[in-house]
């Protein structure tokens, strides 16, 4: 079946660590998402990529970084520098045609500790 | 840049009866798409429905329909005969950059009651 994983579904880490969030499609999507979600505060665009080996910074691209080395695939590293990293994490993908819909992942919850 | 505002946090419907969701929205670009997404406990986000901005009439698809206002900037949901299954948060959210861009309100927790 055709879609997009993300994982793992839960992932602890200790505060000053950086963390990797993995995020794979199979939809031969050119565009790629990730997007941060956190109570009362609606979805955030973090990083986005048209194309491979092109991204994008969105609204708080701050403390993160991505890849994008292969066409399914679009890894977030949360880094040490992201104050409040502990949240919902969002994958999305799109064919990238104006007006498409992007499909979501499962999500990753990410808690530093 | 683009903003999109969802002014109701919470909204409550009784079972089969019909409910208005609200959504404004921002943007200096002519040429955009909107979309209400559909969050349910399970966290996977559904695509419920969505509007071209150059088109005047409006969407729906099964129970759901938008109130696209242009001019208003405006883009509600009703939703008709409500279903226990349609208890979520919902996400209105907005498409511009060519594609490249989707921005999302703040979402609204819809509660179905029997």
């Known amino acids: 079946d055709g879609g997009i994983t993300q994982s793992p579904k839960y992932l602890f880490r200790k505060e000053g660590q950086n963390v990797t969030l993995s995020c794979e499609q199979n939809?031969?999507?050119?565009?790629m998402y990730w997007y941060r979600q956190d109570p009362g505060q609606g979805l955030r665009l973090i990083y986005y990529?048209?194309?491979?080996?092109?991204?994008q910074k969105g609204d708080i691209a701050e403390g993160y970084s991505v890849s994008r080395e292969k066409k399914e695939s679009f890894p977030l590293t949360v880094t040490s520098a992201q104050k409040n990293p502990t949240a919902f994490y969002l994958c999305?993908?799109?064919?990238?045609?104006?007006?498409?819909?992007?499909?979501f992942g499962q999500g990753t919850r990410l808690t530093v500790v | 840049a683009q903003t999109v505002t969802q002014s109701q946090p919470e909204m409550s419907v009784q079972e089969a009866e019909t409910v208005t969701l609200s959504c404004t929205y921002d943007?200096?670009?002519?040429?955009?798409?909107l979309f209400w997404y559909k969050q349910p406990p399970s966290r996977q986000m559904i695509l419920v429905i969505r509007?071209?901005?150059?088109?005047?009439q409006n969407a729906t698809e099964n129970r759901f329909s938008v109130n696209f206002q242009k001019a208003a900037k405006s883009f509600s949901l009703k939703i008709s005969d409500s279903q226990l299954g349609d208890a979520a948060m919902y996400f209105c959210?907005?498409?511009?950059?060519?594609?490249?861009?989707?921005?999302f309100g703040t979402g609204t927790q819809l509660k179905v009651e029997l």
């Open positions: 939809l031969n999507h050119d565009a």
């Open positions: 990529s048209q194309i491979v080996n092109d991204f």
């Open positions: 999305a993908s799109s064919i990238g045609q104006p007006g498409t819909e992007a499909f």
């Open positions: 509007q071209e901005a150059y088109k005047q």
């Open positions: 943007t200096s670009e002519s040429d955009y798409y």
């Open positions: 959210a907005i498409l511009t950059g060519g594609g490249n861009k989707l921005t």
